[in-house]
């Protein structure tokens, strides 16, 4: 039996981020096109109070990290290594991240084939202070230097890091993440959420992700706040670990029609898309945006920024503005029919960038370097 190891996730399932929901989905359906692999997730936080236990047949183990801000991640993978050394034995390491990929290296030297997925060049978040970035900038180079094969989760991600180390580039390739929203929640239940929330179809702009800076969520409701007089809601779905100083700033804008409405997942997320009269996605980076293609596998209308991780989707033009423009922002947000933010052909190719699609082309890999 083949035995892959992951690590660089904080939980499993229903944990926010995008390397946890690219876990939550992509591995079960390993297991499931190819029952012959076992396969471990080492994360850092319990799921409801468990830290052994099996998911859609996917082995959880939770080892707590160390909490301290910047380190936790970097700790945590050393010590989660160590222990797929000594208890687990995989013959290959999926590293999620170049935080853990600083440790590519010491993972080869325990003996294991060692895949590193590229999500984003991190260290360009301000979040992070001067250390950290560095600790990052050097687990980019790691990455590119000791890992077996790396996964870029899209094309831009590659072409930046094509760019920045023009060398070993055989070990590299793009496996574009899905994001398809696969879950249909029953009209009943879909109700229900929205009165919850205070909403009603197609009668709000929706936001989706970790309340982080390069989110541009402040950008967003500045955007919204100067829009000409609307009956539309803003409703930002998301959360952040920490209550840092920008989750404290655009949290004290919450209204009657600015809704902060937490983290939500599966069916629930998907009824907050499927009845959105908008989605916009204003953020300033991404790697791949999960937010988008999950936006359209709903057939939403989307105004995203514009960046080359959007642009992978092929939207219609009309639907990209200038990263960090609330003026042009307020313009799309003014539009008389979002209608025109719809993009057929972008929704075509989205229903074909399947989580299956994206489980068998993760397994073609494993087995190429078995």
Not at 115 to 130: I, L
Request: aromatic share 12%; charged share 20%; net charge positive.
């Amino acid at each position: 039996m083949s035995h892959v190891c992951v690590v660089g996730t904080r939980g499993v399932p229903n944990f926010v981020g995008g390397v946890e929901t690219i876990c939550q989905k992509l591995y079960p359906l390993i297991r499931k096109e190819s029952p012959s692999y076992k396969i471990t997730i080492i994360t850092r936080l319990p799921y409801k109070q468990q830290e052994s236990y099996q998911y859609e047949k996917v082995d959880i183990k939770v080892i707590k990290a160390l909490k301290i801000s910047g380190f936790e991640t970097f700790f945590h993978t050393f010590v989660a290594l160590c222990y797929a050394r000594i208890f687990i034995h995989p013959k290959i390491m999926h590293l999620h991240g170049i935080g853990p990929g600083f440790f590519s290296l010491f993972s080869r030297l325990l003996g294991f084939e060692t895949v590193v997925t590229h999500h984003s060049p991190d260290y360009k978040r301000p979040k992070w202070n001067w250390y950290a970035k560095l600790i990052l900038k050097i687990g980019e180079l790691f990455t590119v230097l000791f890992a077996s094969r790396i996964i870029c989760v899209s094309a831009s991600v590659k072409e930046e890091l094509d760019a920045r180390f023009p060398f070993l580039l055989q070990k590299r390739l793009v496996i574009r993440n899905a994001g398809s929203l696969n879950t249909l929640p029953a009209g009943t239940e879909q109700d229900a959420l929205l009165k919850a929330l205070g909403l009603e179809p197609k009668q709000y702009i929706l936001a989706v992700g970790r309340l982080d800076a390069t989110k541009g969520f402040d950008n967003l409701i500045d955007a919204y706040l100067a829009m000409h007089p609307t009956k539309l809601k803003l409703v930002i779905v998301g959360d952040n670990y920490i209550a840092n100083d920008y989750v404290k700033k655009i949290i004290q804008y919450s209204s009657e029609n600015i809704i902060f409405a937490g983290a939500h997942t599966g069916a629930n997320l998907a009824t907050i898309y499927q009845n959105a009269a908008l989605l916009v996605n204003p953020s300033f980076m991404e790697g791949y945006c999960l937010v988008v293609a999950e936006a359209l596998s709903a057939n939403t209308p989307i105004v995203a920024s514009d960046i080359p991780a959007h642009r992978e989707f092929k939207l219609n033009e009309e639907s990209y503005v200038k990263k960090g423009d609330v003026l042009a922002l307020t313009a799309k947000l003014n539009a008389e029919d979002y209608s025109i933010y719809k993009s057929k052909s972008a929704e075509f190719l989205q229903s074909n960038n399947t989580w299956e699609a994206n489980a068998h082309e993760h397994l073609n890999l494993f087995n190429s370097m078995l």
